[in-house]
């Protein structure tokens, strides 16, 4: 997969200077300096999903700045221009923000205008005393869509059973 | 850890991919800083 920096820098507020194929690096007007990319997920999805990732360089509290939405939305759509883009997110728990994490992605996804075309998932999983909150998102078009939903829920039902919890 | 199909993995097994996905974001960290210090932005 590469994505191209172009069609972000089309409509980006802020310049993206792309890093690899499927990472970007830009600085805000507050001088914060954020990268966004994509990881291939390499346990349970195998290579036909990749994790989200998006941080600023010193990993610190950051103004509020909704320019940094619209380039996360910018790269965003240029993932899901691919045809067969599954985008994986893992809220991270470790600094007590990740229910924070997850209502951004769910307010993103909620408000980006071409939500028909994706389908997002959305599931809590508890791993050791954390709840980590996940997501996935994909086309609803991808030639795959029933077997990699389905084994989404696999992977959710599976982690809960491991730490016994039950379903609501 | 070597890839397999998660439905094959024993609970262990799991358990430790999970840990390991949960420690994607400083590995994708460590990358990203490595390729900047290749293009000269660190």
Request: aromatic share 16%.
């Given at each position: 997969?590469?994505l191209?920096?172009?069609?972000?820098?089309?409509?980006s507020?802020?310049?993206?200077?792309?890093?690899?194929?499927?990472?970007f690096?830009?600085?805000?007007k507050?001088?914060?300096?954020?990268?966004?990319?994509?990881?291939?997920?390499?346990?349970?999805?195998?290579?036909?999903?990749?994790?989200?990732?998006?941080?600023?360089?010193?990993?610190?509290?950051?103004?509020?700045?909704?320019?940094?939405?619209?380039?996360i939305?910018?790269v965003?759509?240029?993932?899901?221009?691919?045809?067969?883009?599954?985008m994986?997110?893992?809220?991270?728990?470790?600094?007590?923000?990740?229910?924070?994490?997850?209502?951004?992605?769910?307010?993103?996804?909620?408000?980006?205008?071409r939500?028909?075309?994706?389908?997002?998932?959305?599931?809590?999983?508890?791993?050791?005393?954390?709840?980590?909150?996940?997501?996935?998102?994909?086309?609803?078009?991808?030639?795959?869509?029933?077997?990699?939903?389905?084994?989404?829920k696999?992977?959710?039902?599976?982690?809960?059973?491991?730490?016994?919890?039950?379903?609501? | 850890?070597?890839?397999?199909?998660?439905?094959?993995l024993?609970?262990?097994?799991?358990?430790?991919?999970?840990l390991?996905?949960?420690?994607?974001?400083?590995?994708?960290?460590?990358?990203?800083?490595?390729?900047?210090?290749?293009?000269?932005?660190?």
């Amino acid at each position: 997969m590469k994505l191209s920096v172009d069609n972000i820098n089309s409509k980006s507020p802020y310049w993206v200077i792309q890093l690899d194929d499927i990472t970007f690096r830009f600085v805000t007007k507050n001088g914060i300096v954020y990268r966004v990319g994509f990881y291939k997920d390499p346990y349970f999805l195998g290579d036909k999903a990749y994790h989200f990732f998006i941080a600023n360089e010193n990993e610190s509290f950051a103004p509020k700045d909704t320019d940094v939405y619209r380039v996360i939305t910018c790269v965003l759509e240029e993932f899901f221009r691919q045809d067969a883009s599954v985008m994986l997110y893992i809220c991270d728990p470790y600094d007590h923000r990740e229910a924070t994490r997850d209502n951004l992605y769910k307010r993103w996804f909620n408000s980006y205008s071409r939500r028909d075309e994706l389908t997002l998932q959305a599931e809590a999983i508890n791993f050791e005393g954390f709840i980590v909150y996940t997501g996935m998102i994909l086309r609803n078009d991808h030639p795959d869509y029933d077997s990699l939903l389905e084994r989404y829920k696999e992977f959710v039902k599976r982690a809960n059973k491991i730490y016994n919890i039950q379903p609501k | 850890m070597e890839r397999k199909d998660f439905r094959q993995l024993s609970d262990n097994e799991f358990k430790a991919a999970l840990l390991a996905t949960l420690n994607l974001k400083k590995e994708w960290i460590a990358s990203v800083e490595k390729r900047e210090k290749e293009l000269g932005l660190r």
